[in-house]
Nanobody
């Protein structure tokens, strides 16, 4: 099994920045691509960003492209999501996810492990 724990969420004003982290533990050798998703109240969980094992391939949702940056440190078993120029519509619970394949995944069904989520609230 793999455990994922997110941290770094909080309340920030529009235009501000937050940095989310996700720490993986357990059978980390079995996970390859990682992703970030978010879910706002009353909405479905949506894709935010994904990265392959080496970090050579990254993909972002159009809504966050140019504002969010995903990175990973395999030696520390962590991934981060740097979020800049935050908007009220970015308010959601953010989830870290991991999959057993190295291909990037864009839907929740493609991921095998999930964290518990961290709340991000952007005030206007």
């Amino acid at each position: 099994q793999v455990q994922l724990v997110e941290s770094g969420g909080g309340l920030v004003q529009a235009g501000g920045s937050l940095r989310l982290s996700c720490a993986a533990s357990g059978r980390t050798f079995s996970i390859y691509a990682m992703g970030w998703f978010r879910q706002a109240p009353g909405k479905e969980r949506e894709f935010v960003a994904a990265i392959n094992w080496s970090g050579s391939s990254r993909y972002y949702a159009d809504s966050v492209k140019g504002r969010f940056t995903m990175s990973r440190d395999n030696a520390k078993n962590t991934v981060t999501l740097q979020m800049n120029s935050l908007k009220p519509e970015d308010t959601a619970v953010y989830y870290c996810a991991a999959r057993k394949r190295n291909e990037l995944g864009f839907t929740p069904y493609e991921y095998d492990y999930w964290g518990q989520g961290t709340q991000v609230t952007v005030s206007s």
